[in-house]
């Protein structure tokens, strides 16, 4: 089963499904889709908000075959088990219960489509890479010291977290 979802329509088609209703079980139950927006910052992905008569949000990431850059290039789409297995990981609480950096929660998967729909951290949230392009120039040389220290600290937690209490759960290839 291979379907598109390129446009803000398309993932309104998804979620006004019937079939994909009972998919998603609770997490539309008893709600109306109100709103879909793209979200930028995607290169290789598509990303959208998705919000609800109550107000609450999820994020839907649809991981296309191929790349609409000025010539469509075929990417692999197995990106999606890569990102999903993350997340998985990274979610389990012994791997992160000392570290406060943290990721969405994958609330469902489609692995015939590509598609993870997770928890929306918030809109006011500012991304790694947002913050990793912020011009500091403009803050108090005291201030940016604290805040990339504490940047560095939340690191080097999350990496000993992972490394120390989760090594069991990362994934080896198997051997050729």
Known sequence: ?????????????????????????????????????????????????????????????????????????????DRYFIEKAALELLGNEQCMRDCKLRTPKCLYSDDALFVLIMEDCGEQLVSLSELLRTDFTSIDTALKSDLLDQLADELNAFYKNLFNNCSCLLYTSPSP
Do not use: C, H, W
Not at 9 to 30: H, P, Q, T, Y
Not at 62 to 77: G, L, V, W
């Open 1 to 77: 089963m291979s379907r598109i979802f390129r446009s803000v329509e398309a993932v309104r088609d998804f979620f006004d499904d019937d079939a994909n209703k009972l998919k998603l079980g609770s997490l539309v139950e008893s709600k109306k889709l109100v709103d879909v927006k793209q979200l930028s910052g995607g290169y290789l992905n598509k990303v959208f908000r998705v919000r609800f008569d109550d107000n609450s949000t999820l994020i839907f990431k649809y991981y296309p075959a191929t790349i609409d850059y000025e010539t469509p290039m075929d990417y692999s789409q």
